[in-house]
């Protein structure tokens, strides 16, 4: 089993920046896809960003040009580069890890953008 943990939530103003960061509990060998899903109050979990261990990427349409997510594989860390935030990225940040066809999830992390 491999515990995820989060951090960097927070508030922020429109128009802010934050960067999120997820930390694998031990070493991950072999293909495998770390990325970020949200989920917003009465909605379901989203998709945001996801990246493999061999650097390929996808966006959820609406961040892309705004966040950029980038790994450490020595590190088996995964970051979210949040810029431009706007009121409707208002959720909980949920990491995970793909590996072996199993998913794997942290606890979340608030992000909240409002004045």
């Known amino acids: 089993q491999v515990q995820l943990a989060e951090s960097g939530g927070g508030l922020v103003q429109p128009g802010g920046s934050l960067r999120l960061s997820c930390a694998a509990s031990r070493r991950i060998f072999g293909f495998n896809t770390m990325g970020w899903y949200r989920q917003a109050p009465g909605k379901e979990r989203e998709l945001v960003a996801t990246i493999t261990n061999g650097g390929t990427t996808n966006y959820e349409d609406s961040v892309k040009g705004r966040f950029t997510i980038s790994r450490d594989n020595a590190k088996d860390t995964v970051y979210l580069q949040m810029n431009g935030l706007k009121p409707e990225d208002t959720a909980v940040y949920y990491c995970?890890?793909?590996?072996?066809?199993?998913?794997?999830w942290g606890q979340g992390t608030q992000v909240t953008v409002s004045s």
């Open positions: 995970n890890l793909l590996i072996a066809s199993y998913n794997h």
